[in-house]
């Protein structure tokens, strides 16, 4: 990676191969390593240096397991590492082809990120939203050209997750469209379409899954070794619904599972209070080091255990 200047300059380079991605977390530190992987040249930016060394170190780890599983070199990833950059602050998105955004999942906050990220862009600049749940239409309110705006909802871990989802807004150009499905395509993603829909195809059905594991948590029903074993032996799900819930994150699930419920009003969408209690007391999951389950800190993790010198 090469900090928090510009990535090294390719004379071959044009605006479409550059990406923009704002927000380093689990999301967009992967959608950052995976475009670098695809030959990409990515700015990844998020509001502190420390967070962007928690990105850095997430995307390393994320590379470093595509190596073990054989499906990248080493070679490779130094290659994917050499393409990408950190950057505090929205500026340097004017060099890029595609602005993807992948902060946290909160109608206002994106909204009034497009709106930052319009005035800095190129006005070619495909832009691009990852969020999980939130109507693309919603999040262009306000947008001088929404019909830019596409949704692009990638699957966490992004690297080893074969699907994407493409949503367009009301507004959205055909070629726009067009553009993110060849975008995802150049990836080596499989694209499915969804409608504006809150939640699209997939969240709107892994929300109910998830929430209904924590509720039968909550009710005493059984204990949490025994809800997510009886997922993955009884169904062949590769990991148990609370597990997955610590990967994605309980703020994020708990967040789509709000929209779905101010979207629909519909009681199957009620979010289990254990679920929001945890989410107040900061239990997020993997990324908090304390979920449904507990996560002791790497040793390299930033305010990890240090090595004796
Ligand atoms: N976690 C998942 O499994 C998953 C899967 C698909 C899509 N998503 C969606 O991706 C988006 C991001 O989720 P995540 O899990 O990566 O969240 P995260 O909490 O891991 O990361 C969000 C990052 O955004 C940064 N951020 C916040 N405000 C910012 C701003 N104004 N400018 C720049 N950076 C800012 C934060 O510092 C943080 O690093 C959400 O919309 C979520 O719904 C998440």
């Known amino acids: 990676m090469t900090g928090t200047s510009a990535a090294a300059e390719d004379p071959r380079s044009l605006s479409r191969t550059r990406v923009f991605v704002v927000g380093s977390g689990l999301m967009g530190s992967g959608i950052a390593a995976q475009c670098a992987v695809a030959g990409y040249f990515v700015t990844l930016e998020d509001l502190s240096e420390e967070l962007l060394r928690k990105g850095e170190l997430h995307l390393r780890r994320a590379l470093e397991g595509e190596v073990r599983r054989g499906r990248l070199t080493p070679t490779d990833v130094s290659a ?52 999980s749940s939130l109507p693309i239409t919603a999040l ?26 493409i949503i367009p807004g009301h507004r959205t150009r055909p070629e726009s469209l067009e553009r993110a499905r060849e975008f995802a395509r150049s990836l080596g993603k499989t694209v499915v379409a969804s409608r504006d829909s809150p939640g699209f195809v997939t969240s709107r059905a892994v929300a109910v899954l998830l929430n209904e594991a924590v509720w ?32 994605i994150g309980l703020d994020t699930a708990l967040a789509i599972l709000d929209v779905l419920w101010d979207r629909f009003h519909d009681p199957k969408y009620r979010a289990c209070p254990l679920l929001r209690t945890m989410v107040e007391a900061g239990a997020l999951g ?24």
């Open 80 to 131: 994917a590492l050499g393409r990408i950059a950190t950057a505090i602050g929205l500026r340097r998105a004017d060099a890029a082809g595609i602005v993807i955004e992948a902060v946290p999942e909160q109608l206002e906050l994106k909204r009034a990120l497009f709106r930052e990220l319009e005035a800095v862009a190129s006005p070619q600049a495909l832009l691009v939203s990852n969020t």
């Open 140 to 165: 262009g309110q306000g947008l001088a050209d929404p019909g830019r705006l596409v949704g692009i909802h990638f699957f966490n871990p992004v690297l080893s997750m074969e699907l994407v989802e």
């Open 216 to 247: 039968m948590l909550y009710e005493g029903v059984a204990t949490r070794e025994d809800i997510d074993t009886a997922y993955t032996k009884g169904f062949h799900h590769p990991m148990g619904p609370l597990a997955l819930l610590d990967l």
């Open 286 to 309: 993997r990324k908090s080091g304390e979920g449904f389950y507990a996560y002791p800190p790497a040793a390299d993790a930033p305010g990890g255990p240090k090595a004796p010198p």
